[in-house]
Every structure is written in structure tokens, then in C-alpha cells.
């Protein structure tokens, strides 16, 4: 979900079709390095299945002559990867949540900003909580029906506390977060201490601990990147209170790709496919689906760190609960 967007779209022709515009001579050599071409897996739509690990199907020739088990591939020339200036990070992960009362989609999408390459992806659709069955199946038809995939959701969404297991064990997996320990959860919780952690403090000192509060459970070199402020902002707040759970540290600070874009060109940037627009890059897949918008998010991303954009932390959640934005030119 790309909130904040004010899209006109029905005046635009889809851009699918990749008919996109020559570019003045100066920029079409930077524009290069990101091809402006469809991210194709062939004619087929993604397999939803497959995306989540829990496609049984890859012998089945009916399945998979209509279903791509492969991802989109986002080219770059690698001649062109040394124009890209150095970034904070070492990793970004790009996440867009669908479904506006619970989370209903949680996609992440893995870039390296050295490379351009999407190393991994991350994908899973998600349960509520709160809701009837009878207005779960209203809401997932209301939104996946339209685009025939609310099957797939039906059969594989779990609930938002186990996505976040899984989603953590993937970002061990890639080095990107270690569990919090104990001392430093009760730190930055709070928690009424027992007694047995002030002998461990005394041992590696209070700026040792205080050290560990700061980044134990916070992303190691990573950052997520969103369109817009909503999904790390609001949404995952806000699920967080349904699902009865602290938001995870790793949710307390983000890039809002928007807000990149505005002080990188110094235009304003409404939404996605006005974003996509603006580059010349097409639409990939089906706009909100969260993966597919999250594909085509890390496409913008890529064409932005080609042409010397930096990717720094624009909003941050306080101790407090206070939200603090970063940049004096923020999107609209
Ligand atoms: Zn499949």
C-alpha cells in the first residue's frame, strides 16, 4: 500500500506496455544502468505459492505453465554501478504492507545498494487478528478478489506474530539482526530488574550495557525503505496494538523513498506510479499487490542511487512514542 497517493492514473495510459520516452543525451548514459524495460518473469503471473516457500505444485506442468516460479528481473549494467555514490547502509530492505484495518500483505524486498542487485525477497500474507471470519473473508475478497489471487491468501495467511518470527529468523539468516538479549530487552523495556542483570552490567559497565540497549534489536547495517510514511508510521503501530505486542525496535526508524526523491530533484512525489512516471520506468506486475508494488518501489530505488541519490533515515519512532522526521523538505 503506497498511502498518501493521489493517483490520476485513468488520464495515463498503463505503462506496461514500456513505450517509454528517448531521454535528453546527458541522462540517457546514466539512465541506462537502469534498464527501462519490464521486469519480466515471461507472460506469467507471479506465483504467490512459490513466494512464500509453500508452493507444492512445481511438478505440475498446468501449474506452471500459468505461473512463473521466478522473479522479476530488474537489469543493470554493471559498467554503471561505480556511479553510485557511497550509502549509510550496507543493505536496504523495501516494505510495502497492503490492507488498511489489519496488515493483510507483508513483502520485503532485499537491494543492495553497491550493486543494485535484489538479493532476496521476503514474503508472506497475513491474518488479522480482530475481525469476524465472515468480515475477513469480506475485506480479503474486497481487496485480492479483484485481482483473482484471494485464493492464495486463503491458503497460506498466517498471523502477524508469526510473520515476524519467520521474517526475523530471514534476517538473521542474512545477517541483518540479532535477537535482542535479555539485559538490554529489559533495558529498553523497562522490565523490573531482578537483580541477576546489575551483576552483569557491573561486569562489562554501564556504557557496555547501554551500548547493547541502543542497537540490540535494531537492523545491523540495514534500513527499510517505504513509500510514504504509513506503512512503518501508522500501520505497523497500529497492528502492533491489535496483535497485543511491542513494536520490535527494528520498526523504529525508516527511509520514506518519497521524501528521498523530493530533495533529490526537487519536485514533489505523490505517489508510486507517479514516481515510476517521472523515471520512465514501467509498471511492474499488479499495483497493490504488496510484492509486486514493492518490486516496482526497489525499480525507483535503483533508478535514484543511479542517478546520486542517498538513501538516508528520513523518520524515526522516539522512546516516547513520538515520530520525528528528518528532513526539512518533506513530500506532500
Ligand atoms: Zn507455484
Redesign the pocket.
Known sequence: MTMGEHESDSSGAPSTSGGHKQTAPVDSVREAAVEAVAPKVGTKRL?Y??TQGK?D??WNAN??DQ?A?KYPELPVRPADWRRVRPQPFDKYLILDLEGRVEILEFPVVLLDPKTLKVLDRFHRFVCPVKMSDEYITQYVKGKYGLMGIHRVWFDTAIPFTQVLDEFEVWLEGHGLWRPPTNESAQQTSGAENDGSTATSDKDQGPEAANEAASTSGKLQNAAFVTCGNWDIKTKIAEQCVSSEIGIPPYFNEWINIKDIYVNHYRRNASGMRPMLRDLQLPLWGTHHVGLDDAHNIARIMQRMLVQGARFVISGQRLQNGEIKFLFRRRAK
Open positions: 506465483c505459492y512459490w508452493c505444485q512445481g501449474h506452471t505461473h516460479h
